[in-house]
């Protein structure tokens, strides 16, 4: 989601990290004349280091890290940090998410899992309404709630990630944030309206209420907005640790609201209670794990191992592409196959992927060739299958085709909301970061920790609502829910050559599969391959599609038995599909960054040395 903050030249007013929380006056005032807003320029080509996130306060923050020296992790925290300010509706320490790095020395790509994890009393039916006896309803019960929110692992993966590759501490990484929130960004259209589309959600929680609706109404467009409360919670972050989020206040006030959210009197909301616990925050860790890897095509492709689906999907869907050579075939015929290896990865998402702590996904099967050479076979490149498609078989393959399987799948009932962030960061020795951070729906759980400035995350409402023992992505005590979060880097001959990410929910997975179809199949720029409409195949019976792609191939793929329908539901009016960021890497040191140039208002690259 898009909120165009401006940058100052005022230096930080010491005084004002530790401000009493914003007044009816500081958010909604008019802005100073030294207030300058930042371009966005969609794509950046030089040296010396890069960087592409969807605000300008955000990549600004991460290229001052690089100029003064600071490697790619400084500057991924740097810039997530202030996305935490900037976009505090799509992300904050308040959520979690999925880091991946590359070390150029080493060659090595590493991932650190983040993702928000159910409290460990939370019951296996605790989105059924006790009153009644059914599930709540998504909206409004679920996604403004306590039951909702996930233990946040945000502040921790910037905790790992620095200790395990960043130059900077943690005070230093969090400067140009704390920096944003004191002296305030300019509110554009894209933040008011996001405001207004949650007051009522925002009304329902009195610090919610004061921090977001001054005076009753979102802040004006044009005005500032501030944030001393979390400049505050970053400078306590920065000089105390971790600690000073998982354990002692803090932690105590989060469990008080998740348990007893502070509601007002007048909201009509039901806001059911939650589970967390302060044992949760205190024994939350982030996980150390290997990424997941396929070849295609003569590059290696890494992505982030369950938890996230997002590495698994990908790289079957890339598998099964493999099996057919798209050089000679038309673009609607690439696409077609695009459709359809998209929708039979889906199938075996819904199947067998989920928290691997808890049930047992057979990952290296999901990812074989073999494996996706017998899921290649369901392709008819004359005609689409009738979807939903079925799971593929994990305990009986042979990589040979046999006889056509009716269809009959069953349809994955994704609720994870668009509302994410992305970011790319790339520096002068060459290593790379790809991370996606969230708080789940736009606004999150619409709860604010009182006196901290920050939004409470609700993504446990990616787990089935309904328990089932045999659905891999059922609510258990301590379990990660499933994510589609899908940062990629990706290799050639044992070196960087692309790293791509993007928001959007379950359409995260086909946003990134389609940039690297686009890229390497379709031959297109890495420009070109993030500004081309795009559609989501995710085993729907009809493909979400931006209207441009209906437009553009629309008829060509409905006469293969392909439906569509525009893009655009009820969390967003906007008819587009994700907000990507990509780095590209050339020859002689050369980086093409590149973010989009309209999605969601557009994006901000920037290169240490411009071309």
Same mark, same amino acid.
């Given at each position: 989601?898009?909120?165009?903050?401006?940058?100052?030249?005022?230096?930080?007013?010491?005084?004002?990290?530790?401000?009493?929380?914003?007044?009816?006056?500081?958010?909604?005032?008019?802005?100073?004349?030294?207030? =300058?807003?930042?371009?966005?320029?969609?794509?950046?080509?030089?040296?010396?280091?890069?960087?592409?996130?969807?605000?300008?306060?955000?990549?600004?923050?991460?290229?001052?890290?690089?100029?003064?020296?600071?490697?790619?992790?400084?500057? &991924?925290?740097?810039?997530?940090?202030?996305?935490? %300010?900037?976009?505090?509706?799509?992300?904050?320490?308040?959520?979690?998410?999925?880091?991946?790095?590359?070390?150029?020395?080493?060659?090595?790509?590493?991932?650190?899992?983040?993702?928000?994890?159910?409290?460990?009393?939370?019951?296996?039916? $605790?989105?059924?309404?006790?009153?009644?006896?059914?599930?709540?309803?998504?909206?409004?019960?679920?996604?403004?709630?306590? %039951?909702?929110?996930?233990?946040?692992?945000?502040?921790?993966?910037?905790?790992?990630?620095?200790?395990?590759?960043?130059?900077?501490?943690?005070?230093?990484?969090?400067?140009?944030?704390?920096?944003?929130?004191?002296?305030?960004?300019?509110?554009?259209?894209?933040? =008011?309206?996001?405001?207004?589309?949650?007051?009522?959600?925002?009304?329902?929680?009195?610090?919610?209420?004061?921090?977001?609706?001054?005076?009753? /109404?979102?802040?004006?467009?044009?005005?500032?907005?501030?944030?001393?409360?979390?400049?505050?919670?970053?400078?306590?972050?920065?000089?105390?640790?971790?600690?000073?989020?998982?354990?002692?206040?803090?932690?105590?006030?989060?469990?008080?609201?998740?348990?007893?959210?502070?509601?007002?009197?007048?909201?009509?909301?039901?806001?059911?209670?939650?589970?967390?616990?302060? @044992?949760? *925050? =205190? /024994?939350?860790?982030?996980?150390?794990?290997?990424?997941?890897?396929?070849?295609?095509?003569?590059?290696?492709?890494?992505?982030?191992?369950?938890?996230?689906?997002?590495?698994?999907?990908?790289?079957?869907?890339?598998?099964?592409?493999?099996?057919?050579?798209?050089?000679?075939? @038309?673009?609607?015929?690439?696409?077609?196959?695009?459709?359809?290896?998209? $929708?039979?990865?889906?199938?075996?998402?819904?199947?067998?992927?989920?928290?691997?702590?808890?049930?047992?996904?057979?990952?290296?099967?999901?990812?074989?060739?073999?494996?996706?050479?017998?899921?290649?076979?369901?392709?008819?490149?004359?005609?689409?299958?009738?979807?939903?498609?079925?799971?593929?078989?994990?305990?009986?393959?042979?990589?040979?085709?046999?006889?056509?399987?009716? $269809?009959?799948?069953?349809?994955?009932?994704?609720?994870?909301?668009?509302?994410?962030?992305?970011?790319?960061?790339?520096?002068?020795?060459?290593?790379?970061?790809?991370?996606?951070?969230?708080?789940?729906?736009?606004?999150?759980?619409?709860?604010?920790?009182?006196?901290?400035?920050?939004?409470?995350?609700?993504? *446990?409402?990616?787990?089935?609502?309904?328990?089932?023992?045999? /659905?891999?992505?059922?609510?258990?005590?301590?379990?990660?829910?499933?994510?589609?979060?899908?940062?990629?880097?990706?290799?050639?001959?044992?070196?960087?050559?692309?790293?791509?990410?993007?928001?959007?929910?379950?359409?995260?997975?086909?946003?990134?599969?389609?940039?690297?179809?686009?890229?390497?199949?379709?031959?297109?720029?890495?420009?070109?391959?993030?500004?081309?409409?795009?559609?989501?195949?995710?085993?729907?019976?009809?493909?979400?599609?931006?209207?441009?792609?209906?437009?553009?191939?629309?008829?060509?793929?409905?006469?293969?038995?392909?439906?569509?329908?525009?893009?655009?539901?009820?969390?967003?009016? &906007?008819?587009?599909?994700?907000?990507?960021?990509?780095?590209?890497?050339?020859?002689?040191?050369?980086?093409?960054?590149?973010?989009?140039?309209?999605? =969601?208002?557009?994006?901000?690259?920037?290169?240490?040395?411009?071309?």
């Amino acid at each position: 989601m898009r909120i165009t903050p401006v940058f100052a030249t005022t230096a930080l007013v010491a005084g004002l990290l530790a401000a009493a929380p914003p007044t009816l006056a500081q958010n909604g005032a008019d802005p100073g004349p030294a207030t =300058r807003p930042k371009a966005k320029i969609p794509t950046a080509i030089g040296s010396g280091g890069a960087v592409s996130t969807v605000d300008p306060e955000a990549s600004a923050a991460a290229l001052k890290v690089l100029r003064k020296g600071g490697n790619a992790t400084d500057a &991924a925290v740097a810039a997530a940090a202030t996305l935490g %300010v900037t976009e505090p509706y799509s992300a904050g320490i308040g959520g979690g998410g999925y880091f991946v790095h590359f070390d150029a020395k080493t060659g090595k790509v590493s991932t650190i899992d983040g993702r928000e994890s159910a409290p460990k009393k939370m019951p296996n039916d $605790a989105f059924i309404d006790p009153a009644t006896g059914k599930p709540y309803n998504f909206t409004p019960e679920l996604v403004t709630s306590g %039951v909702s929110v996930g233990t946040p692992g945000t502040a921790a993966t910037w905790d790992r990630a620095l200790k395990k590759w960043g130059t900077l501490s943690m005070a230093d990484a969090l400067k140009p944030a704390i920096k944003v929130a004191t002296r305030g960004f300019v509110v554009d259209d894209t933040f =008011r309206q996001q405001t207004l589309d949650n007051a009522t959600r925002f009304r329902a929680y009195r610090a919610s209420k004061r921090l977001f609706l001054p005076k009753g /109404d979102a802040p004006k467009v044009g005005s500032i907005f501030r944030n001393p409360e979390l400049a505050t919670t970053y400078t306590d972050l920065g000089q105390r640790g971790i600690k000073t989020f998982y354990r002692g206040p803090l932690a105590k006030l989060m469990v008080d609201i998740v348990r007893k959210p502070r509601t007002t009197k007048g909201t009509d909301l039901p806001v059911p209670r939650g589970y967390l616990s302060r @044992s949760d *925050l =205190r /024994d939350y860790k982030v996980l150390n794990q290997a990424p997941t890897k396929i070849s295609y095509r003569g590059y290696d492709v890494y992505g982030m191992a369950p938890s996230s689906s997002g590495g698994s999907t990908i790289g079957e869907a890339l598998n099964i592409l493999e099996r057919t050579d798209l050089t000679a075939k @038309s673009t609607e015929q690439v696409l077609h196959h695009y459709l359809e290896a998209g $929708a039979l990865a889906f199938a075996d998402r819904g199947k067998y992927v989920g928290d691997p702590r808890f049930v047992e996904v057979p990952l290296p099967t999901l990812l074989s060739d073999k494996y996706a050479a017998e899921r290649a076979c369901a392709i008819d490149p004359t005609k689409a299958a009738v979807k939903p498609v079925p799971a593929g078989n994990t305990a009986a393959y042979d990589g040979v085709c046999s006889p056509a399987r009716a $269809a009959g799948g069953t349809l994955d009932a994704d609720t994870e909301n668009i509302s994410t962030t992305n970011l790319t960061v790339a520096d002068k020795w060459g290593n790379v970061v790809e991370y996606t951070l969230t708080i789940e729906q736009t606004g999150g759980s619409g709860m604010v920790v009182p006196g901290y400035g920050f939004l409470l995350n609700n993504e *446990l409402t990616d787990f089935s609502t309904v328990y089932d023992s045999a /659905d891999p992505n059922r609510i258990q005590p301590g379990k990660r829910p499933r994510s589609s979060m899908s940062p990629t880097i990706v290799l050639k001959d044992g070196k960087a050559w692309l790293a791509l990410g993007s928001p959007g929910g379950s359409t995260i997975i086909t946003t990134v599969l389609q940039m690297l179809v686009n890229r390497i199949d379709l031959g297109m720029t890495v420009q070109q391959a993030i500004a081309a409409p795009r559609t989501s195949p995710r085993n729907t019976a009809s493909v979400t599609s931006e209207p441009d792609f209906i437009t553009s191939y629309g008829a060509a793929l409905t006469a293969l038995g392909h439906k569509f329908v525009p893009a655009g539901d009820a969390f967003t009016s &906007a008819a587009e599909i994700g907000a990507a960021t990509a780095i590209e890497f050339g020859a002689n040191g050369q980086m093409i960054a590149v973010s989009e140039p309209v999605r =969601r208002g557009g994006g901000a690259a920037r290169v240490v040395k411009p071309r």
